[in-house]
């Protein structure tokens, strides 16, 4: 130092500025003495300085790196700064040191990374492993809280999977220390929402081919579904409601469901736990809806047809006004020689008669190997065929049910709303062209008044395509029919009244055993103001001589809600079988 100052003198001494001269050696005798007490300090500086700049969150390098002198692109003096030599001091001697810092200081730390794995409502962390580690600190805050609840955990892992409470939202960070405790790795802070697992799961038959998955549905979330097929679960679709409609799964084979939900937050897409759903198709028929259709009807025969084959038969006997198939059920032994006619819904806003006999046949296939009332199924059917029309009127009950636009045919429609004005189309009673059909047969029949949603009979006997095709298969079954019964509906109440003695007895054979077994009353009180003109029964009774009842289901005005089928089918279930089992003397 001294022979720097020498140098200076010299060049200086005689120098014409004395003043600037004097505060060079004093800024060059200060400079020396900052250089060694640099010099002396700088093998803890780097760990001091680096340890609290992480342990505040600072810039400072992670533990185990330095800064060496000169090579800090930041630092204003990293020209002028002398270059010192590392492995010595001032005095001589060599750098407090130990193994481990030396090698820390020759090398950078590979940074570890947190990875986050997005499981079924779980989250599990991961991170590389670090020799300093000492502990683990886990920071959670619930979304409305102001306090962060802290887990800590010591030892050297290097993984955790959070708790989290489902359906809520959480903050979320992790901090890594070395045994002085500083932070030696952090997290940032995550947002996590855990989406509850779909609640409330309920499978229903739905439209003729379909069934009804719903589900409790939370606002933030969306969901996938899936289906087991074999061995493993396929997807089916993804829903931001709370239900789908699917395909009818096969009939008595357990269908799985599987259900999860999903949403994304902060950044990143969360799912949850899933949910199962077991579903076996035990019948085709949906008795909950109060709106059966013709289309529900027509699949449902074919999967009878289907399942049971050899058991039942499905022919077409005509077609109505606008071109729907009017179909005739047949069950049983058409080769025993007797047989029975059963037709249902003439009337087209008492289509819960339908839903009741497609109900009937399946029950009754059901239980072929089985007793109803004491008698085997089986052996009742081998002893009779039962013919049934399940829906006489099915372009009346479409009309009524899905209004004017379901009609197909043009010239149709436009009569029709001609004749609907004012009128409430739920409340129809005729056929597509607005003809009673209960007034459109062979007894007693006379023309009055024009055609609408109730009562008028047409302008001349048997006019309608499906009058027309009930007669014709009447008369085709003469010669073997035993007897007959007529559903419609309302009131409750059993029509068994005979004016002929060589069916009275019969009739009231029928009539009796139906009172017994559903519980209605008589209609003897029942007042008509058609007097009978032009009905299905009294033209099988009056013209053809044929044993017949008809029964009115239900306590309340038609169309007869969905909260009524539960008392109609107590009432009447076992009452065809039983009734075919009369006629043959099983």
Known sequence: MFKNIKMFMKRYVNSARPIIATALILSLLMFEAVDVKLYCSASSKSATESSVEVATGGSASEPGETKEPGNDTGSENSVDQPQVPATTNPEGNPPPTDGAETDNKSKKIKKSKFRASILPGRVVYRWDKSEKQQYACF?????????????????????????????????????????????????????????????????????YANINIRWKKNRLEKYIIYRKDKDSYKYLKKSSDGDISESLPKYDEQSIYKIVSFTRFGGRRYISRPSYKRYTVKSFVDTKSSLYTYEEMVYDLSCFQKYYPGYIKVTSIGKSRDGRELYDVILGNEASGKTMLVIYTVHAREYMCTQL????????????????????????????????????????????????????????????????????????????????????????????????????????????????????????????????????????????????????????????????????????????????????????????HIPSITIEIGSVTCPLPSSEYEDVWKANKDLIISEAAYLSGT
């Open 139 to 207: 920071f959670i805050k619930a979304e409305n809280s102001k306090k962060w609840r802290i887990k800590k955990l010591k030892g050297n892992m290097a993984k955790y999977e959070p708790k989290f409470k489902e359906g809520k939202k959480y903050r979320f960070k992790i901090r890594l220390y070395d045994s002085e405790k500083n932070i030696i790795k952090k997290s940032k802070t995550e947002k996590i929402f855990i989406p509850k697992a779909p609640e409330n799961i309920t499978v229903s038959r739905g439209t």
């Open 357 to 544: 006999g497609m109900n009937q046949i399946e029950y009754y296939l059901q239980n072929l190997d089985k007793e109803i009332r004491g008698k085997k199924v089986e052996s009742i059917l081998n002893g009779i065929s039962i013919h049934m029309v399940v829906m006489a009127n099915p372009d009346g009950i479409t009309l009524c049910q899905k209004g004017i636009n379901s009609i197909k045919n043009n010239k149709l429609r436009k009569n029709l709303l001609r004749m609907s004005k004012g009128v409430n189309l739920s409340s129809w009673k005729a056929n597509a062209a607005g003809v009673d059909l209960n007034r459109n047969f062979p007894y007693k029949f006379k023309t009055e008044g024009k055609a609408g949603y109730a009562d008028y009979p047409g302008k001349k006997v048997a006019s309608e395509p499906e009058v027309k095709a009930i007669i014709k298969l009447t008369k085709t079954l003469k010669g073997r029919l035993r007897g007959a019964v007529n559903y419609h509906a309302m009131g409750e109440i059993i029509f068994g009244d005979c004016e002929y003695s060589d069916i009275s007895d019969t009739v009231n054979g029928m009539y009796t055993l139906a009172r017994t077994i559903s519980g209605y009353s008589s209609a003897d009180s029942y007042y008509s103001p058609s007097h009978g003109r032009g009905n299905c029964r009294e033209y099988q009774m009056f013209t053809m």
